[in-house]
């Protein structure tokens, strides 16, 4: 956080205690309390007059392009949607950065709040496990909810499952048998440095990146890969879910081949590694961080390998796994399934899907696998008007309704407790092909999902409370009958609704 900013907050924070008490609603503030405002509340501002009206649930004008490129509409999303048209906003939307420092001080300030993504994995494991995995949710629920980039964070939530780790499993120490971490100590660094710093990037950094993420490594059991016993867990993964899909075209010779190319890459675990104590360690190996990736050649298979039909010839060393990437993105196959992959998560699943496909894979050939040239193709081709419905997953539904709702929210166990009853505890998916695409898998959760929205409109979610305005429940009530109620009632109505389970 910059130093004008800390100085801003401390400052408009000295002028509340000292009594400045000046009245005024949200959108209608004076100089000094919209800073306190910028300071404590995340949501964007909306003008209190006129404020834009929330569009009935069933409005295509806007809804299908804000619930599927983003987490659904809200007030400030809609009258942003109506200023720039829908080629305007997904022009900009496009443009996202990787940093944060345009997002409001007091999302920025919340984030900064959130030591697990500041603190070295080696010495984040003094940190109790509950306090880690709520911070690591309290992240994904505050920059989905608030964020102005709502298309990275779609992005950011898509390959995070599709590149998943189970937080919760306990992956064994390299050179300490007898040692063994919980992987939710590395995956804070996973989340920023190979799925937030690559969503918009190209399909190859981003898959690079997680061939060098020692969480993912630690998941898939690549730290103890050696050329005595390469492991094919990582390897097989790595074509079947990361890139080339299930019905890629290679064999089980190819996967063998990948995991002899990829060992040697192991997680640095040596006591006291990191500190750099020459000539403490005797294996001839440079010492690194504990929990960062490298690469020891004295554990890599350097013969000869033949993947997808090339040789790739003895003596690569650590150029064996950029020269496997290399064959891997460039592919078909690849193209074909990380095309479909994005179809069925932001268009759908229908007779058309395969055709839309074809034309995201091409964009990926002709791109290198720009990742916003390809969404680009998606959101502009002519089948995505008419997209079939999606049942939102349990994180969609409920940062939709926070959106909807104007929900003012810290994303703590309030609400992580309720995603966890709907099915969807964050990082807690132990398989790796990452929570079901199908909108089979959710619709045993729609008591949950009815709990949740009856719990947040009337104030029993833990801290967080919504906007009960009149109007803009009446508004998001248009599609159902009246009935005399309380806004509050009509509100948790509409939440319940099908029109707003699904998108």
């Known amino acids: 956080m910059k130093r004008r900013e800390l100085l801003l907050g401390a400052g408009v924070a000295s002028a509340a205690l000292v009594g400045c008490q000046q009245k005024g609603k949200r959108g209608d503030e004076g100089p000094l309390r919209e800073a306190l405002r910028s300071v404590r509340d995340p949501r964007p501002l909306v003008p209190a007059s006129p404020r834009p009206p929330m569009r009935p649930i069933g409005d295509t004008s806007h809804g299908l392009m804000l619930n599927r490129a983003a987490f659904g509409p809200s007030a400030a999303e809609l009258q942003r949607f109506d200023e720039l048209g829908k080629d305007g906003w997904l022009a900009e939307q496009l443009k996202a950065p990787v940093h944060d420092d345009d997002e409001s001080l007091a999302l920025r300030w919340r984030l900064k709040g959130l030591e697990v993504f500041h603190t ?15 911070q690591l949710g309290r992240s994904a629920i505050l920059r989905a909810t608030y964020s102005k980039w709502q298309l990275r964070e779609r992005l950011c939530d898509f390959w995070a499952n599709h590149l998943n780790i189970y937080a919760r499993k306990v992956y064994s120490a390299p050179t300490r048998p007898n040692t063994a971490a919980e992987l939710m100590y590395l995956l804070p660094t996973d989340l920023t440095h190979v799925v937030r710093q690559n969503a ?42 990361h890139t080339m899909g299930v019905d890629g075209g290679y064999s089980q010779r190819d996967v063998m081949e990948v995991a002899r190319c990829l060992t040697g890459w192991t997680i640095e675990d040596r006591f006291l590694s990191g500190l750099s104590l020459s000539g403490l360690f005797q294996d001839g190996l440079p010492d690194h961080k504990t929990g960062e990736v490298y690469f020891n050649d004295k554990r890599h298979d350097d013969g000869e390998k033949v993947v997808f039909g090339t040789k790739i010839p003895a003596g690569g060393g ?70 079939p419905p999606i049942l939102k997953r349990p994180f969609d539904f409920t940062i939709s309704a926070l959106r909807a709702t104007n929900a003012l929210t810290d994303g703590s166990l309030g609400v992580q407790d309720h995603l966890t009853r709907m099915g969807q505890p964050l990082y807690e998916w132990p398989m790796p092909d990452g929570y079901p695409e199908k909108n089979q898998a959710w619709t045993g959760s729609l008591l949950a999902r009815w709990n949740f929205a009856i719990a947040l409109t009337s104030g029993a979610v833990a801290a967080t409370q919504i906007d009960t305005d009149k109007d803009a429940a009446g508004a998001l009530l248009s599609p159902l009958p009246e009935f005399s109620g309380k806004p509050e009632e009509r509100l948790a109505l509409a939440l319940a609704s099908p029109d707003f389970q699904w998108k």
Do not use: C, W
């Open 318 to 387: 650590k150029k064996d796994a950029s020269t496997v990437l290399d064959l891997i993105a460039a592919h078909p196959s690849t193209a074909r399934f990380i095309s479909r992959k994005l179809v069925r998560y932001f268009y759908g699943d229908d007779e058309h899907s395969a055709g839309l496909t074809e034309k995201v894979a091409a964009t990926y050939q002709k791109s290198g696998g720009a990742i916003t040239a390809m969404v680009h193709t998606l959101f502009t081709a002519s089948e995505f008007d008419a997209a």
């Open 200 to 241: 918009l990037g190209s399909v190859k950094d981003v898959i690079r990146a997680s061939m060098k993420s020692a969480a993912m490594l630690g998941y898939l059991d690549q730290q103890v890969s050696d050329a005595k016993h390469p492991n094919e867990n990582y390897a097989r993964e790595l074509l079947e879910l």
């Open 120 to 134: 070295p994995a080696y010495e984040l494991r003094d940190t109790p496990q509950k306090v880690v995995m709520e």
